[in-house]
């Protein structure tokens, strides 16, 4: 079963078929697997926040470690990401804050789109909190944001509009008043409540 589909940033579509074409048309992604697709696990938390934003740290030939380390630091004070310092290496951070450096990173890239994939998995309650946390900042910072989530609970807490999929087809759109529990099951998984 084959899907397709067009993707539009301020109207205009955008061909993406790398990380560097997405950057460029301003959308970011916070991957749902942080460790093999979020991470680079032995570099330090500096490192991989500064992935995305390379160029912007680079003085002359060479990148600046001063600059590296103070962009880091700003993320990790704003993120209360709970680290010694900036060159802890990240696979030794908890789950939570292994994520809230993925999303340093990919916001290091300043996008206008933020494409978050099952953004709370394998995190712990406190965690998740600031996670959820940090998508209300930015929303009221007003970037976009797209949250995929296997969690409805979570959806119906941070999502201004759900849009529910079946099979590959869009089935219904609610706003955040219209989207109980039982309405966004029935859209998901039709005759599930019929059948109850």
């Excluded at 959806?155 to 008043?177: H, N, P, Q, W, Y």
């Amino acid at each position: 079963h084959q899907t397709s589909g067009a993707v539009f940033v301020d109207g205009k579509e955008c061909v993406v078929r790398s990380p560097s074409d997405a950057m460029r048309y301003g959308i970011g992604l916070v991957p749902e697997d942080r460790k093999q697709e979020g991470l680079v696990l032995q570099m330090s938390v500096e490192q991989n926040i500064s992935l995305s934003c390379l160029t912007q740290l680079e003085r002359g030939l060479f990148l600046s470690a001063p600059a590296e380390r103070a962009h880091a630091g700003e993320y990790v004070d704003r993120f209360a990401i709970r680290t010694p310092s900036v060159q802890q290496t990240v696979r030794n951070l908890s789950g939570g804050n292994q994520q809230k450096v993925v999303l340093a990173k990919v916001l290091s890239s300043q996008p206008r789109v933020l494409l978050l994939d099952e953004p709370t998995r394998g995190i712990d309650v406190a965690a998740k909190r600031e996670i959820y946390r940090l998508i209300d900042e930015l929303k009221r910072r007003n970037l976009a944001i797209v949250v995929v989530s296997s969690e409805l609970p979570e959806l119906l807490g941070i999502a201004d509009r759900i849009m529910v999929m079946c099979e590959g087809r869009k089935t219904a759109l609610f706003g955040r008043s219209e989207a109980t529990e039982q309405s966004v099951m029935r859209a998901a998984v039709p005759g599930v409540l019929e059948h109850a």
